[in-house]
T-cell receptor, first 114, second 115 residues
């Protein structure tokens, strides 16, 4: 079945450091890929998405490129802020599970210190 | 913010008792989902609904049932709660499904503790 694998956290960075959170996936067909973010005490919210190979999603300074050849969708940001501290989830839909269901990775906690 | 209300937000119950969690939306979205969030597992889909009285199982549906008698309400029932069902439960909604969509809007979660 479809699956998403994320790097284990927590990731601890100083403010203004560069961020990369790795995400790889296993799916048949041509899934759409997503990054969701969960701030403390809240539900998840969509951060960015990409629907086909080589697409780049971007939002709030975060970027991720859909790489079909490496089945990856790594999240990057050039300069993190304390306010970026959250849990980040990579997700996919549209593989063997169809487009009705979103499959999540385990999540990566990011802590940014001043 | 999407109009999603989960109730109760916190509940402590004992093993073997029935529990019902409610998700109410004011967006008139067609799709509704119940996920559970556990450390090391991320979010796992329990059940989802693609219309009134239309539901399907997710990857961790054992021990759970759902009902959707109205567009705005999606109920998750634990017929006989077990300690393994201690978790944070999230409801989510989506207007459409398809390759170019996929944004789910999430509620704030319901924390359930089964003693």
């Amino acid at each position: 079945g479809d699956s998403v694998t994320q790097m284990e956290g927590p990731v601890t960075l100083s403010e203004e450091a560069c961020l990369t959170i790795n995400c790889t996936y296993t799916a048949t067909g041509y899934p759409s890929l997503f990054w969701y973010v969960q701030y403390p005490g809240e539900g998840l919210q969509l951060l960015l998405k990409a629907t086909k190979a080589d697409d780049k999603g971007s939002n709030k300074g975060f970027e991720a490129t859909y790489r079909k050849e490496t089945t990856s969708f790594h999240l990057e940001k050039g300069s993190v802020q304390v306010s970026d501290s959250a849990v980040y989830f990579c997700a996919l839909k549209g593989g063997s599970g169809g487009y009705n269901k979103l499959i999540f990775g385990a999540g990566t906690r990011l802590a940014v210190h001043p | 913010d999407a109009g999603i209300t989960q109730s109760p937000r916190h509940k402590v119950t004992e093993t073997g008792t029935p529990v019902t969690l409610r998700c109410h939306q004011t967006e008139n979205h067609r799709y509704m989902y119940w996920y559970r969030q556990d450390p090391g597992h991320g979010l796992r889909l329990i059940h989802y609904s693609y219309g009134v009285k239309d539901t399907d199982k997710g990857e961790v549906s054992d021990g759970y049932s759902v009902s959707r008698s109205k567009t705005e309400d999606f109920l998750l029932t634990l017929e006989s709660a077990t300690s393994s069902q201690t978790s944070v439960y999230f409801c989510a909604i989506s207007a459409t499904s398809g390759v170019n969509t996929g944004e789910l809007f999430f509620g704030e979660g319901s924390r359930l503790t089964v003693l």
